[in-house]
């Protein structure tokens, strides 16, 4: 059969067809151009309109009589001021100009870019948060983001900042294995080298990963407003503790969250266990720990790696000796122990007799020891003692006797510390870099932040008791006698220090005056020869 023609307007003027859709397109496009302003205050316009509109309807009735008066009065005096009613078009057609001028629409959800990092967060977490037997799962192969993730932000590079998870009733967050493998991998898909907090909901279901700002390196030594038995180990993040004190950083002051650890008779973390790296700032902290004690106490000093740390308080009012020999160290801690003796003794005398305790047991006394290993290792050597062994006594009755023990060791010397050190400091800090399972030996379980392997000095993280773990940045307190420390921080560390009493009184006695010549020198008085009385004969 054969085919017919096509009609002539369809096969020849499809051409035209097209031509003219074109132009009528630009026409229309240089149309707009041109009446873009009227468009423009046209919609303004009709908006004005539309709110004048509400906001009459929205009156109360007993109010439009006066509204109308108040308008009627307005638009009269707009009419008889010259060049009123051109001043009051101007007016109105500005007005609708900026109402009816086309907005920038906001970005309310992620980029391409973005979306795909969620998408790639969600594939990863569905081994874990998915079974066969689950009818109608959130998370699956192939599935939407946007079921599991409520919330979502990013930084500036396009890294995951904040993200909110639902997950599934019959996952096992209270394990912790479970826990942390989740947190490992969004720790591993957001980005490495930040600090995550982990938050968990489980009676919601949910978890919530916050990119945490780095602690403040700014806080220097200083006198913080505490009271006896208070010691500031550091600062932590905004809302970790209920307290904040007044500090100074650099030229302005303002409020830090710190963590105070509390000592004394009533306290349950009477002693103090620091671990860390090499420099990682544990000779900072009992610096600054020994500046805050000699506010109220004595304190006592054996440093095990006998680099000087503590020169500057040789000397000072309270420091009643800083040892870095073997045989000075192991008398100042037989004379601690049997101080500790003597202070329980007097102690239970006076009270069993009905009397207070005596003044000089209630002093605080410090006793500070940093690397314990090095003058353990000495002592095995030469066949003595091993200072760890007197501190026996110390620990086990430091608290009932006012005495505070503070010990500060290495990680690759930590295996070195002898039970009773393990055993009584329950309070704990971890500074410089360490991996999860170093900081579990350490403070017994694992922090909710995900550790970074660069931190600098005196970062770490603090754990009293059975309390939560906290996050610890210790105030730059650095050795003033050390040629790289900063003139600011060398003054603020001095400033702290006990003066020397011997510089105290040559201060204060008086400046000797150079002797009169010779001549004007009035010779001394002739010595009075005594009189002895002669009884008169009767």
């Not at 906001?55 to 308008?71: D, H, I, N, Q, Y």
């Not at 051109?86 to 100009?97: D, E, K, Q, S």
């Not at 420091?319 to 049997?338: F, I, M, R, Y």
């Not at 900081?439 to 770490?460: A, F, K, M, N, Y």
């Amino acid at each position: 059969m054969a085919r017919r023609p096509l009609p002539r307007i369809l096969s020849s003027g499809s051409a035209q067809i097209t031509r003219s859709r074109e132009i009528a397109r630009t026409a229309a496009e240089s149309a707009t151009d041109v009446l873009h302003p009227l468009i423009t205050i046209t919609r303004g316009l009709r908006q004005l309109a539309t709110t004048a509109r509400h906001k009459w309807v929205r009156t109360p009735k007993e109010r439009r009589g006066p509204a109308l008066f108040v308008v009627a009065a307005g638009v009269l005096a707009v009419a008889l001021i010259p060049y009123g009613p051109l001043l009051a078009l101007i007016t109105v057609m500005a007005a609708a100009a900026w109402k009816g001028r086309l907005r920038t629409p906001v970005e309310t959800g992620p980029d391409e870019a973005e979306a795909r990092r969620l998408q790639a967060v969600y594939e990863a977490l569905v081994p874990y948060f998915s079974v066969s037997e689950d009818p109608a799962p959130v998370f699956a192969h192939g599935g939407e983001w946007t079921k599991a993730f409520s919330e979502y932000e990013f930084d500036g590079n396009g890294r995951i900042s904040r993200l909110r998870v639902k997950y599934p009733a019959y996952f096992t967050d209270a394990e912790a294995e479970s826990r942390t493998r989740i947190e490992h991998l969004l720790h591993a898909k957001s980005g490495r080298g930040r600090e995550y907090l982990f938050s968990w909901d489980e009676e919601g279901n949910q978890l919530v990963m916050s990119v945490l700002p780095a602690l403040p390196t700014s806080i220097a030594a200083q006198r913080f407003v505490t009271v006896p038995g208070e010691t500031v180990l550091g600062f932590t993040d905004d809302g970790a503790v209920q307290r904040t004190v007044p500090v100074a950083q650099g030229a302005r002051t303002g409020n830090a969250p710190p963590v105070i650890w509390r000592t004394g008779p009533r306290s349950t973390e009477p002693h103090l266990l620091v671990v860390g790296e090499p420099g990682s700032g544990t000779t900072t902290l009992l610096r600054s720990i020994a500046l805050q004690a000699l506010q109220h106490g004595d304190v006592l000093i054996m440093e095990g790696s006998g680099t000087g740390e503590y020169a500057c308080l040789t000397g000072r009012p309270g420091v009643l000796a800083v040892e870095c020999g073997l045989d000075g160290a192991l008398t100042s801690l037989e004379w601690a122990s049997k101080e500790t003796e003597r202070r329980l003794i007097a102690s239970n005398r006076a009270r069993q007799a009905g009397h207070a305790p005596p003044d000089d047991t209630k002093r605080p006394l410090w006793i500070l020891l940093d690397r314990p290993s090095v003058l353990g290792h000495l002592a095995a050597a030469d066949g003595r003692t091993d200072p760890q062994e007197l501190l026996q006594v110390p620990l086990r009755h430091g608290r009932a006797a006012h005495v505070t023990v503070v010990v500060a060791e290495q990680f690759d010397s930590v295996d070195a510390l002898a039970d009773p050190v393990w055993t009584h400091t329950r309070a704990r800090v971890v500074l410089g870099p360490a991996d999860f399972d170093r900081i579990e030996s350490v403070l017994g379980v694992q922090p909710h932040t995900t550790p970074t392997s660069q931190v600098p000095p005196g970062r770490g993280y603090a754990r009293l008791g059975t309390g939560p773990v906290l996050r610890l940045q210790v105030p730059a307190t650095p050795d003033p006698y050390d040629e790289a420390t900063t003139e600011a921080h060398r003054q603020a560390v001095l400033d702290l220090l006990p003066a020397h009493p011997d510089r105290t009184a040559a201060a204060a006695a008086p400046v000797p005056q150079e002797p009169a010549p010779a001549a004007a020198v009035a010779p001394p008085p002739a010595p009075t020869p005594s009189v002895t009385p002669v009884p008169a004969e009767g």
